[in-house]
């Protein structure tokens, strides 16, 4: 059974630190892993998705790579903003059609 | 990206009567939608998967009479809580697919007095 873990479950830092947020998996017989945000609230945000094909994936100030021999996930976030703070999960999938599995989520504040 | 809504965004309903939430795939069609539960403070539970044109398939502890689900098209699949309890209460999140990436809805925030 296919367990995801992200520690630590929340982080408190000042802006403009970068940061990095881990997430690990217990089989490696992934797909696609994918990188979320979720506001209070709210639904969630694709941020990255990386198939199981790829080592890193980059938008704007994140960047995401993966290393399924080992069962990790990182997402690096550039000189964090306030606006950056959110919850942020990630999830392993075998594919479109197939359920992902969900780490807890870790949540993110970046203080002014 | 692609976009998947959801509606309502929230929903107070008395104990014992039935809501029904729709996920809809605006700009794709999607043959395979996921919903799931999530609890304060939790990750996401995934309750169902919803199968265009044919039976949903439930996860293991989630009551299939309770919960029930229709998927009549590419866009559109529906949750209905029946007879729902205070229990019930939760935030309801649902996902299409798109090229092998996952998209959610806004969630739906259900109190049942």
């Known amino acids: 059974k296919q367990e995801v873990t992200q520690i630590p479950a929340a982080l408190s830092v000042p802006e403009g630190e970068n940061l990095v947020l881990n997430c690990s998996f217990t089989?490696?017989?992934?797909?696609?892993l994918q990188w979320f945000r979720q506001d209070p609230g709210k639904g969630l945000t694709s941020l990255l998705l990386i198939q199981s094909s790829q080592r890193e994936q980059t938008s704007g100030r994140l960047n995401a790579s993966l290393d399924k021999s080992s069962g990790r996930s990182t997402l690096y976030i550039a000189a964090s903003q306030p606006g950056d703070s959110a919850t942020y999960l990630c999830?392993?999938?075998?594919?479109?059609?197939?359920?992902?599995?969900f780490g807890k989520g870790m949540k993110l504040t970046v203080n002014p | 990206g692609a976009v998947v809504s959801q509606h309502p965004s929230r929903v107070i309903c008395k104990s014992g009567t039935s809501v029904k939430i729709e996920c809809r795939s605006l700009d794709f069609q999607a043959t395979t939608m996921f919903w799931y539960r999530q609890f304060p403070k939790q990750s996401l539970m995934l309750m169902a998967t919803s199968n265009e044109g044919s039976k949903a398939t439930y996860e293991q502890g989630v009551e299939k009479d309770k919960f029930l689900i229709n998927h009549a098209s590419l866009t559109l699949s529906t949750l209905t809580v029946t007879s729902a309890h205070p229990e019930d209460s939760s935030f309801y999140i649902c996902s299409a697919a798109l090229r092998e990436e996952a998209f959610f809805g806004q969630g739906t925030r259900l109190t049942v007095v």
């Open positions: 089989d490696s017989a992934i797909y696609n």
């Open positions: 999830a392993v999938g075998r594919g479109g059609s197939e359920k992902l599995v």
